[in-house]
């Protein structure tokens, strides 16, 4: 191996573990977003475009979930399939749950979301076909956890008891917002990993990252059902 493909390995691998390392900091609602929220009024289409855009850029957990379901994905086709069942799935519940105000604890949606985390790991890591004898609908597994990703972004936007005026527009510009961030991010994703894919360590590397998405779930879990128990 060249000392040119172990430097530019290494230097993706610091990459990967700053991207992971972002898994232990909050990504709620800075001050400024959260006092726009609080006293907002009105369609507000473009704020909450920019809102959901950066919401999802910053949604490690979302991201993390995203970054194992199309890891494997090789063809064009299949990574817009399993991204439009995740989307699909998220786009429901959130529109569903601010609407509808259907009320669920934060803190087990979000113990959830980090679940949904540890198991794309653990299926790319093959754990399923070697502990049960058979793989899990994947992309019914994906459909399944974006409903609960829809609820986590559904009780951020909760949070603010947003005005019945012009609430319908703007919580499509929230969604359409997250699309967007979802594609920003999933961009730069699918350059690195194809990138990675090239090189001879890209075995390893799979490895490494399937480990460490199950790793940042476990830490996900365990802060929110924390959480939980202390309310």
């Known amino acids: 191996m060249s000392n040119h493909t172990c430097r530019l390995e290494q230097a993706l691998l610091l990459v990967l573990l700053a991207f992971f390392s972002a898994a232990v900091l909050a990504h709620g609602v800075d001050d400024s977003t959260r006092s726009f929220l609080q006293q907002n009024s009105g369609v507000q289409f473009v704020p909450f475009l920019y809102i959901g855009a950066k919401h999802m850029l910053t949604g490690y957990d979302h991201l993390l979930f995203l970054v194992g379901v199309i890891f494997f994905l090789y063809k064009s086709r299949d990574v817009l399939l399993y991204v439009t069942m995740f989307t699909l799935g998220h786009s429901i519940t ?18 959830i979301i980090g679940l949904s985390v540890v198991y794309k790991g653990f299926d790319n890591l093959g754990g399923f076909k070697r502990l049960l004898g058979y793989q899990p609908n994947t992309r019914l597994m994906v459909l399944l956890f974006g409903l609960f990703h829809g609820f986590g972004l559904a009780t951020k936007l909760q949070e603010f008891q947003l005005p019945e005026e012009g609430l319908l527009t703007n919580l499509l510009a929230f969604n359409i917002g997250v699309e967007l961030g979802q594609f920003a991010a999933l961009a730069f994703i699918l350059i690195a990993i194809n990138f990675w894919r090239r090189l001879p360590s890209y075995e390893r590397f799979a490895t490494l990252t399937n480990t460490l998405l199950m790793s940042a779930g476990f830490m996900l879990m365990g802060y929110q059902l924390t959480g939980f128990a202390v309310l």
């Open 94 to 111: 959130l529109l569903w749950g601010v609407l509808g105000n259907i009320q669920v604890n934060a803190h087990l949606i979000d113990a």
